[in-house]
């Protein structure tokens, strides 16, 4: 499983909205791809988050779906 954030540009986290993040990860940039030595494997699940304009997507299982999938494929351990 990789988890990557997937922004817009309008997402509310940035500085623009009046926060301290500058954007970064947003979809269609060079910043949004895994770096190159990250091998992602064909199968991989990959989880993206921030794709709503106002969740900060700092939270890999919040609408996500990613806990339920875990569940499905009977995973019992996560490491970080």
């Given at each position: 499983v990789l988890v990557r954030k997937s922004y817009s540009p309008?997402?509310?986290s940035f500085t623009s909205s009046?926060?301290?993040s500058a954007p970064h990860c947003l979809v269609g940039t060079p910043g949004h791809a895994f770096h190159p030595s990250v091998h992602?494997?064909?199968n991989a699940i990959i989880v993206?988050?921030?794709q709503d304009p106002s969740d900060p997507g700092h939270d890999a299982f919040h609408q996500t779906g990613l806990g339920e999938r875990?569940?499905?494929l009977d995973v019992t351990r996560?490491?970080?």
């Open positions: 309008q997402n509310t009046g926060t301290a992602v494997p064909e993206e988050t921030g875990l569940l499905e996560v490491v970080v």
